[in-house]
């Protein structure tokens, strides 16, 4: 691989970064991670209409109260996040 | 839920944030104003409100210290609320007021059009179509008010009210929706020509079973019995300049019958018709007189009374007539046509003679064009299987334009005029042509287009129709030319939206029929078939189904069909409802609390309402209002009995005690002692939240009573978790209970444990059997092949899948294939590649050395996807089956949102090189609006691999007429040959 190569491919990554909060990057902690994780699937659940309508079949609630139900989820959806270590 | 206010000379601007429980005017500079949303009376205290659906009309009859403006919103649990913001002056809201308006079923979106309607697109189930008939000025309705809000120690203080009948709304019109399918069975269960569809669809109270069968509804007018067997009908006007029919003549075997139409159908005898003979024609002749064909002659009735008579010389008679208002062509028996013409006095002339070479099995006219004396063309059928047209032209006359051959005799002719649309009422732009179709005696129908100034004929189509031969009849439609072809069932032609269809139409066997126009029903069609006249008309064109509804009482989950006793068995159940009679106690309570209270207040209107609403029984009122919520935890289930052709329910069961039914079928133990068994797999206090858990899972084994018409329980067995698939297995029943696979016997007292499995990932969804494999699908982890080994009593796993699938439907298609369906819109196949079948079956261990060896957890061998393709749909049931008579099977399939799709296996490589470059130039050439990728769509989540596009391919005929010719000039073949390709595929499937 060529040095420019190299430069490129990271100022890609740097561009969808930018662009996507959920490309991830080489710091990133295993809370982080789940939550982006949690997140997109959230997000395409309410996104595929025909999967929350599967969903509020399957709840038993209207698909108004499901679509605010997973909003509301995506706020912490794997809880508050863990005290930074202090260094 | 966010909604704009309005500014400027409209309204205060700003807006409304609609949250749980509570609605908040917000704007720049603005104190907050707030309102808490009015709750139903019977809602458990722990469930909040929630807005999902707005509307906003502009209007001046509302108090003149209101902004003229209001809002509706409409709850979660389906009530419509008004809400008004009071002037405050200077662009203040000064009090924002929330007025109970009326209940409708819960809507996706709303929308309030100008002209007083209002529209409600529902979550599930069909639309409609609501007429304003006031807009709640009613003071007695409940209001919340911002002015009114109290705060109490626990919060706001809650507003009650009770959902009354529709005060401020009629309901004119529904949009039929089949959202959401959750099962669906194709069957011939009432042995007609086509299956039937039977569907599971909606969710709660608005849950039906719906019986779809291919074709348009048709919905019959009168049917009255003849004296005898009418062999022929028609209808006609006195004068052309007339809006409606005048007679209808029926022809039977010796006579002829005439009948006047008025306000009522009268036999009438000073008509002019000859009635003591039967009639071969009936029709308008010239401005104003009508001609009677019969097998002597011509009787030619002038306005004023007179007639002519025209005999036909020697012992010839007349075989066959053609005719359109100004020509008239008979032929004779041993093939002699004679042709006349009406001239300018309104004579009938004859004008030329011509000897066919053999009898004339048929005859027709083209229709008279536009501002000219006479039509060119005479379609002339004869026994020796061809299609003759003949010039009527003075120059030419009789001369023989061109010949088309068939494959067999033709039995009758029609031509069809198709007027020139130039992006007309349905938006079609097409040219004018002129169609020749044929009912041929092989019960095929084969149209042809007639070039209108050479007269040959090109673009040959045929279609099989039924056993009959089919025979052909002009009607108008829509105020168009459309035909009806009446073989074994009636078929009608038609365009639509700028497409020629051929539907069938649900409906009996006619002989003959003819159009029929008069003050009741415009458009019918008048026929006879047996003893009968039938009159009836054809509405919702453009269907490709018609559905008979059967309404459930909770969202049902699953079906097995009983195709010997013609019954159904349906399982329903619901989450978080009461079951009928905790909903009838609860009612009642609220009814006499709702009494006591308005007594107080003294609105004597109002309680009549309620008296109304007790009357009206629950399955109405709860399909408009809801079932009242419960707690999440709490569940209601039944099982049905069903009998489709009545849709009565023979058998209801409900189960008590928070027990919900999952998986149902039917099942034949070995020994014969009880027949055929039920087997319902149940779940008691199931949650899904935080964690599914239950408290425990049961199998109920039912034996069918009554010839099928009732179940009786035998006995319950626990289990450890939910059966959610059941399944029949050499005389003994196969359950999946979470992650176990287990074969059970039938005992005395409770089904007996054999043998089981519990090495699956995550949780059994279905299981399919054959032979001595068994197919099972996981939630989670797509499909597992097992294999029951007898002597060894043992099951065990020797395939799988490589790729997660988490199956939402599966069908076995063949014995190495599985069809199915993932939670993300893919379906699929996976098959066994055909090697490894062979060594699993040929090895004496059946590969069980090997699965035992087994390494990191997968099974030894692997399946092969070779089907793959994202519909974009979540598919609830997959179905092989053929829905035409001889047009092959297809994999049928149902969606969550209410699709009917098939899949249809292509038999030639050449069609699929054809179907694939046509795919392939559509994607270049016609982009979708929203500019996705169509390839990329089709492959969201695996790459699509040997699935073509119908949908895609089936648009070809919008393109631009230059686009179509370009991509037809890069495939080799006119643009006529890819739309006769296309309209053939589809004739295959339905």
């Known amino acids: 691989m060529q040095a420019s190569d190299r430069f490129n491919i990271n100022s890609q990554l740097e561009h969808l970064q930018a662009k996507y909060v959920g490309t991830g990057h080489a710091d990133i902690n295993r809370f982080e991670w789940a939550v982006n994780i949690q997140r997109d699937s959230y997000a395409s659940y309410i996104g595929h209409y025909p999967l929350l309508s599967y969903f509020s079949i399957a709840q038993n609630e209207s698909i108004g109260r499901q679509r605010y139900t997973f909003m509301q989820k995506m706020l912490l959806p794997c809880g508050l996040p863990p005290e930074r270590e202090e260094e | ?143 919340a008010s911002s002015a009114s809000l109290m705060e109490t120690e626990e919060g706001f203080q809650p507003v009650f009210f009770l959902p009354r009948r529709l005060k401020n709304l009629v309901r004119i019109d529904p949009v039929e929706s089949l959202m959401s399918i959750m099962d669906m069975k194709v069957s011939n269960l009432f042995e007609e020509e ?55 003549v029926v022809s039977f075997t010796n006579a002829t019958l005439v009948l006047s139409i008025g306000e009522t159908v009268e036999e009438v005898s000073n008509s002019g018709f000859l009635d003591t003979a039967p009639s071969l024609a009936v029709s308008l002749i010239g401005d104003d007189s009508i001609m009677q064909v019969h097998p002597n002659g011509i009787r030619h009735i002038r306005e004023d009374g007179r007639t002519n008579e025209w005999q036909t010389s020697g012992k010839r ?43 004339v099995a048929c005859l027709d006219i083209a229709p008279v064009p536009k501002g000219r004396l006479r039509s060119r063309f005479l379609a002339v059928g004869s026994y020796d299987n061809t299609i003759r047209i003949l010039s009527l032209d003075p120059d030419d006359c009789m001369q023989t334009l061109s010949i088309q051959s068939l494959s067999s005799a033709p039995e009758s002719l029609l031509f069809l005029e198709v007027q020139a649309s130039v992006g007309g009422e349905d938006g079609a732009d097409h040219p ?99 003893e009968a006249l039938r009159i009836f008309t054809v509405e919702r064109l453009g269907e490709t189904f018609n ?188 359950a999946g209970i979470g992650p176990v696979l287990r074969l059970y016997d039938l005992g005395k007292r409770r089904l007996l444990r054999k043998c089981e499995n519990k090495s699956f990932p995550i949780s059994i969804v279905s299981i399919h059997a054959y032979r ?41 298609i063949d014995f190495d294939t599985m069809a199915g369906a993932d939670k993300f819109g893919n379906i699929f196949f996976a098959r066994l590649p055909q090697d490894v079948s062979d060594e699993v079956e040929e090895d004496p261990t059946s590969g069980k050395i090997k699965w035992e060896q087994g390494k990191l957890n997968g099974a030894l061998n692997k399946v092969e996807e070779i089907v793959q393709f994202h519909v974009g749909d979540v598919i609830t049931s997959l179905q092989k089956a053929a829905l035409v008579p001889g047009g092959g099977e297809c994999i049928v399939y149902g969606t969550v949102m209410g699709c009917v799709g098939a899949l249809h296996a292509f038999t030639s490589r050449d069609d699929v090189d054809f179907f694939s470059h046509l795919e392939m130039h559509m994607r270049q050439d016609n982009p979708p609006l929203c500019g996705r990728d169509h390839m990329a769509y089709r492959s969201a989540y695996f790459p699509v691999k ?40 589809r004739n295959k499937i339905i």
């Open chain 2, 432 to 530: 004018a042509s002129l169609f020749l179709s044929a009912g041929l005696q092989s019960g095929v129908l084969s149209r042809t287009v007639v070039d209108t100034v050479t007269g040959l004929l090109s673009d040959a189509r045929s279609r099989f129709l039924g056993l009959k031969a089919p025979k052909l009849f002009p009607i108008i439609l829509g105020r168009k030319c459309a035909m009806l072809c009446l073989s074994s069932r009636p078929w009608l032609g038609y365009i639509h939206q700028g497409h020629f269809l051929l539907t069938p139409l649900s409906y009996e066997t006619l002989e003959y029929a003819a159009s029929f126009s008069s003050d009741q029903c415009l458009e019918g069609v008048v026929s006879v078939s047996g």
């Open chain 2, 317 to 359: 008679t007349i075989a066959k007539v053609g005719s359109n208002r100004l020509q008239v062509v008979i032929a004779l028996n041993g093939g002699e046509l004679v042709y006349f013409e009406v001239d300018v006095t309104g004579q009938l002339m004859e004008v030329e003679k011509h000897e066919m070479s053999g009898d």
């Open chain 2, 547 to 734: 559905q008979t509804v059967i309404p459930l009482r909770y969202t049902p989950r699953k079906l097995v069909l009983q195709p010997k006793r013609k019954l159904l068995v349906v399982i329903e159940s619901d989450q978080g409802a009461l079951t009928a009679k905790e909903r009838e106690a609860a009612r009642k309570e609220c009814f006499e609390a709702a009494q006591t209270g308005e007594n107080a207040t003294g609105s004597e209107d109002q309680m009549e309402n309620d008296g109304e609403d007790e009357d009206q029984g629950d399955s109405l009122s709860d399909e408009h209002y809801g079932y009242p919520k419960s707690e999440s935890d709490k569940w209601v289930s039944c099982i049905r009995v069903l009998d489709p052709r009545t849709g009565n329910t023979t058998c209801l069961l409900e189960l008590q005690e928070n027990e919900a039914a999952f998986s149902i079928c039917t099942v034949n133990f070995h020994d014969k002692e009880y027949g055929t068994l039920l087997a319902v797999g149940t779940a008691k206090g199931l949650q899904f939240t935080p964690k599914r858990s239950l408290t425990v899972g049961f199998i109920h084994i039912y034996r069918f009573l009554d010839d099928g018409r009732s179940l009786e329980l035998l006995h319950k067995t626990q289990v450890e978790g939910v059966p959610l698939a059941l399944c029949q297995f050499q005389g003994r029943l196969l």
């Open chain 2, 194 to 248: 086509t299956p039937q569809i039977f569907t599971l669809c909606g969710r709660g109270p608005r849950s039906s079973l719906r019986i779809m069968r291919t074709g348009l509804a048709v919905s019959e007018m009168a049917v009255s019995k003849l004296p005898g067997i009418p062999s022929a009908v028609w209808t006609v006007k006195k004068n052309v300049m007339d809006e409606f029919d005048s007679y209808i």
């Open chain 2, 946 to 985: 040997d699935v073509l596009d119908g949908d895609l391919c089936e648009q070809f005929p919008t393109l631009p007429m230059d686009l179509q010719r370009k991509i037809a000039d890069e495939l080799d073949r006119t643009p006529g040959e890819i739309l006769k390709k296309l309209e053939e595929l």
């Open chain 2, 1 to 143: 839920m966010l909604v704009t206010v309005p500014g400027g000379a409209d309204g205060p601007s700003g807006v409304l944030v609609c949250a749980e429980n509570f609605v908040i005017y917000k704007n720049q500079g603005h104190p907050d104003v707030r309102a808490v949303i009015p709750r139903r009376a019977d809602l458990p205290a722990e469930r909040g409100v929630l807005i999902v659906s707005a509307a906003m009309h502009k209007t001046k009859n509302l108090k003149p210290e209101e902004f003229k403006l209001f809002f509706l919103l409409q709850t979660e649990y389906g009530d419509i609320f008004k809400v008004t913001l009071t002037d405050g002056g200077g662009d203040r809201v000064s009090e924002l007021n929330i007025k109970y308006f009326d209940t409708i079923a819960v809507a996706v979106s709303i929308c309030v059009l100008k002209s007083g309607f209002l529209f409600a697109a529902s979550e599930f189930g069909n639309h409609a179509l609501y007429q304003f008939k006031g807009i709640g000025d009613d003071d007695n309705d409940v209001v």
């Open chain 2, 772 to 812: 001595d494999r068994i197919y099972v699908g996981d939630i989670q982890e797509s499909f597992h092949y097992c294999k029951y080994r007898r002597d060894e009593n043992q099951l065990y796993i020797f395939a799988d899948d490589s790729v997660p699938r988490w199956l939402t439907a599966s069908y076995h």
